[in-house]
């Protein structure tokens, strides 16, 4: 199964640690996207990277959180000093293109529970 | 300010019964227009979308009905079975799908 990968598929941490959340993409892919999805609502857009380069950060809180793709390996979303209102599952995404009417494929998601 | 709203939040539809999800959306820029099933602990898969130039879109026993003038695009699950019990997602991009909108998602269940 050659689908989107993510780990841990749930982690808890204590307030004030750091999650590192990882997402491989579909092979071929080349852009990732991070979602955050809370209890019973939709899933937030947060970040969009390319290779090595951060396309849109928009939905990103401004502190705390980061992500990366870098030239080798998964893409990374970290959380620093995690709080309980981060409790949530992050979705990653990937697509071999960027335009509106490319499919993208979602990974199995990471539940993060922050006690 | 929410870009996509959906509704209802719950849905319950006997087997064989038509079950009928409306989303709205405020951005005229957004251009396409996709829906996601979702099952517990899984991440959300593409079942269908359309584009604002086609009024309606129909794939199997799922159809999208599309109003652009209303603003207002909704899934319609025919014959409805218990498997399809799931939460449903609509969403709304431009240029992007992969920066999409999301409705808060309507949970569906199929009784038998």
């Known amino acids: 199964n050659a689908g989107v990968m993510q780990n841990p598929r749930h982690l808890v941490r204590r307030r004030g640690q750091e999650a590192r959340l990882r997402c491989s993409p579909m092979k071929g892919h080349s852009h990732v996207y991070w979602y955050r999805q809370l209890p019973e609502e939709g899933l937030k857009f947060m970040v969009y990277?390319?290779?090595?380069?951060?396309?849109?950060e928009s939905g990103m809180p401004k502190e705390r959180f980061s992500a990366e793709f870098p030239k080798e390996g998964p893409s990374i979303l970290r959380i620093q000093q995690v709080v309980r209102g981060d409790s949530a599952a992050y979705f990653c995404a990937s697509s071999t293109l960027e335009y509106s009417g490319n499919t993208i494929y979602f990974g199995e998601g990471s539940w993060l529970t922050v006690v | 300010q929410q870009q996509v709203k959906q509704s209802p939040q719950s849905l319950i539809v006997q087997k064989g019964g038509i079950s009928i999800i409306n989303c709205a959306y405020e951005n005229t820029a957004f251009d396409y227009f996709p829906w996601y099933q979702q099952f517990p602990g899984k991440g959300p898969a593409l079942l269908i979308a359309?584009?604002?130039?086609?009024s309606e879109k129909k794939e199997g026993r799922f159809t999208i009905s599309f109003n652009k003038s209303a603003k207002q695009f909704s899934l319609h699950i025919m014959d409805s079975q218990p498997g399809d019990s799931a939460t449903y997602f609509c969403a709304a991009s431009f240029t992007n799908a992969g920066k999409s909108t999301f409705g808060d998602g309507t949970t569906l269940t199929v009784k038998p």
């Open positions: 359309i584009r604002p130039d086609v």
């Open positions: 990277l390319q290779k090595e380069n951060i396309i849109d």
